[in-house]
Nanobody, 128 residues
């Protein structure tokens, strides 16, 4: 049984930092990109960042580029999201997702419907 578990959320002041972790288990995730999405209150879930299997390619939403960094450790089947210079508008539930089936192309990484496994989410709250 595949499990995806996020951790590391919390409450932080504007300008602060948090590091989210996403641990996937239950199968081999070769070639699988891992992504982060978020959903703010009253809004739809949106793409945040994604990293390819090798880690050689990363993609970010414009709203977080330059502030957030995604990384992964394949020996642990774990992805990370380092969030710096946090803003109140970053407040949301952050979800980790694993894409375990093709296509593995740039445009598909942004489409949350193409991700196969999801975590339950971790809350991030940024106070002003």
């Amino acid at each position: 049984q595949v499990q995806v578990v996020e951790s590391g959320g919390g409450l932080v002041q504007a300008g602060g930092s948090l590091r989210l972790s996403c641990a996937a288990s239950g199968r081999t995730f070769s070639n699988s990109p891992m992504g982060w999405f978020r959903q703010a209150p009253g809004k739809e879930r949106e793409f945040v960042a994604v990293i390819t299997w090798t880690g050689s390619n990363t993609y970010y939403a414009d709203s977080v580029r330059g502030r957030f960094t995604i990384s992964r450790d394949n020996t642990k089947n774990t992805a990370y999201l380092q969030m710096n210079s946090l803003k109140p508008e970053d407040t949301a539930v952050y979800y980790c997702a694993v894409k375990s089936s093709p296509p593995y192309s740039g445009s598909s990484y942004y489409n949350q419907r193409l991700y196969n496994y999801w975590g339950q989410g971790t809350q991030v709250a940024v106070s002003s």
